[in-house]
């Protein structure tokens, strides 16, 4: 029994070294690829005012909790399907099998890897998550409002600023400038034109504004233009996100349940994103029955496969959790179970598959 003991110790070391070198693999090429997504859009924004690499390696640093909340049980369902399938290419789970080891003691390695991926991802969820939220949306305005100045050059159109246009005359000093032309197109359905004869670049904690002096205002819309006079004219523009009201993704747990009790209007989205922030973690609960099971069938198909198996479930997987989602917002379904919808049913999947393969 000692003996029997002893060597399945090591076959469970043996299969999560593994489990760790392709998740490790793994979470690196996922990292890449949705660091990729993320830094394109934000890439016009950052290169309009010439950010530093330093800045951009700061805005990757801060978008890694958001990140690594979608590729840990990405990256655990990858190295499972790798591991596993390439045992069932070479026989190893039928040999194991063969010899009395049933399958739910096979998979015993998935339980501790997946384990740590919940408690890993339950920390970036509720807490380095929001963190790293509020720290992203904080440098964008700060390297922005601090490098946009110095794109404003004389005679050029300057477009740093989203649904913005500036053009100078002169620029006498690094923050006054005169000759000032500005195109506003922020709102659809309403242009400002405002001209002025100097101003100064204003920058405050939140955003970058110009204090005009002397000069016009055009408003057009459908109906009328509307022209107004001025002397002096604080025009405000907003260098990154709004910086009025905090986004669901940089409020903590607690900001969010005590916001759904005391805000009548927010306690939809606050408590759908409750939710969220506990199932996308618990994700990797339903990978330790799911991804073994999967393995059996994708590992016939090469490492192509288990990338297109592990792909079609998070499909899968983000569909229902959407679909759950305007089901609650519509009142068609209540709050948890419109939330849970997506993690219910993938569990029930989950169990019954793994059942079917134990019991072979």
């Known amino acids: 029994m000692r003996y029997f003991i002893r060597g399945m110790l090591l076959i469970h070391r043996a299969i999560l070294k593994e489990l760790l070198s392709s998740f490790l693999l793994s979470i690196l090429f996922l990292n890449f690829t949705l660091m990729m997504e993320k830094l394109l859009r934000l890439s016009r924004l950052l290169a309009g005012v010439g950010a530093s690499a ?47 080891m049933p399958f739910k003691k ?49 005679g050029i159109f300057n477009t740093a600023f989203k649904n913005i246009m500036i053009l100078v005359k002169e620029k006498p000093s690094p923050t006054s400038l005169s000759g000032i032309f500005i195109v506003d197109e922020r709102k659809k359905d309403e242009q400002k034109i405002i001209v002025a004869r100097d101003g100064q670049i204003v920058k405050e904690e939140d955003t970058l504004s110009f204090s005009l002096s002397a000069g016009h205002i055009y408003i057009t819309n459908k109906a009328m233009i509307t022209e107004i006079q001025f002397e002096k004219y604080h025009f405000k523009l907003t260098p990154s996100i709004d910086p009025g009201e905090r986004k669901n993704s940089e409020m903590t747990p607690g900001e969010l349940l005590t916001g759904a009790r005391t805000m009548g209007d927010k306690k939809v989205p606050y408590t759908l994103e409750f939710y969220r922030r506990l199932s996308m973690p618990a994700i990797c609960l339903i990978i ?10 994708a590992g016939k198909s090469g490492k192509l496969g288990g990338l297109t198996v592990g792909l079609s479930v998070f499909a899968v997987y983000y569909t229902l959790l959407i679909y759950g989602e305007n089901l609650a917002r519509s009142g068609k379904l209540p709050l948890a179970a419109g939330a849970w919808l997506s993690f219910t049913v993938l569990s029930a999947f989950a169990l019954i598959v793994f059942e079917k393969v134990n019991r072979r």
């Not at 330790?288 to 069938?297: E, K, Q, T």
């Open 54 to 100: 330093y800045d951009m390696l700061k805005i990757v640093f801060y978008l890694q909790p958001q990140i690594l909340i979608l590729s840990i049980p990405m990256a655990l369902l990858l190295s499972v399907l790798l591991a596993f399938g390439r045992m069932g290419t070479d026989n190893e789970i039928t040999i194991l099998k063969t010899s009395g």
């Open 106 to 154: 096979i998979a015993v390695p998935v339980i501790y890897l997946g384990l740590v991926c919940f408690i890993i991802g339950l920390g970036m969820s509720f807490y380095l998550s929001p963190k790293g939220s509020t720290f992203l949306r904080k440098g964008l305005t700060d390297i922005l409002a601090k490098r946009a100045p110095m794109t404003i050059e004389e």
């Open 288 to 297: 330790i029955f799911l991804g073994p099971s999967l393995s059996l069938m």
